[in-house]
């Protein structure tokens, strides 16, 4: 079943985890037993995937990221150059916390920036966009962009990764998808 995806002769992929066709892991990767990476990714250099990780399918992960247990990522995420997951709150080296470990939910098409760290325990809504270095403490809506530390919303932005600017009713054009979104109870969706 092998041949169905590419292993770098230097990374290490435990027995036990599966991987779909068509993925890439390049060089220095360790991949645990009980990680499930999809169709279609590419791990970059230097990638951790830890023991009940989710993977979904066409996930891109740059170097030097390590996704630690509790991380759940949907299909067509953007994980950035060394961008960070924590998986517990209060970490200390002498306490064992495993059974403290906090589920962290990237949705469907987001991107996470370079240098970004997600704090366990967060949701990173569909299509969002987090940008470069920002620290993310709290749930980030579908489609919004956020920058800073801690993070904080600064527009929306559409599926393809063009800002969005509504008008008084609530309404804006992507003219690189030719989609229109609605704007509504603080809460982006495309227009049916």
Not at 44 to 49: E, K
Not at 53 to 67: A, E, F, L, R
Not at 79 to 97: A, H, K, W
Request: with cysteine; glycine share 10%.
């Amino acid at each position: 079943m092998q041949d169905s995806f590419y292993v770098h002769p230097s990374s290490w992929v435990d027995e036990g985890a599966r991987i779909g066709a068509g993925t890439s892991i390049w060089h220095f990767c360790h991949i645990m037993p009980t990680a499930l990476i999809g169709e279609r990714c590419n791990i970059g250099q230097n990638v951790f995937i830890d023991n009940r990780v989710t993977i979904g399918n066409g996930v891109k992960i740059q170097n030097n990221v390590s996704v630690y247990n509790g991380v759940e990522v949907e299909d067509d995420v953007f994980l950035g150059p060394s961008m960070v997951f924590t998986n517990v709150i209060n970490p200390r080296s002498f306490v064992e916390r495993k059974s403290e470990f906090r589920r962290t939910l990237l949705r469907r098409g987001c991107t996470v920036g370079a240098n970004a760290t997600i704090v366990c325990g967060v949701q990173i809504g569909t299509y969002a966009l987090i940008g470069a270095g920002a620290v993310i403490i709290r749930d980030v809506p579908d489609y919004a962009m956020m920058v800073g530390n801690p993070a904080r919303q600064i527009g929306w932005i559409s599926r393809t990764g063009e800002k969005l600017s509504f008008d008084a009713a609530g309404s804006a054009w992507c003219a690189a998808e030719g989609q229109s979104y609605l704007l509504s109870d603080g809460r982006v969706a495309p227009a049916e």
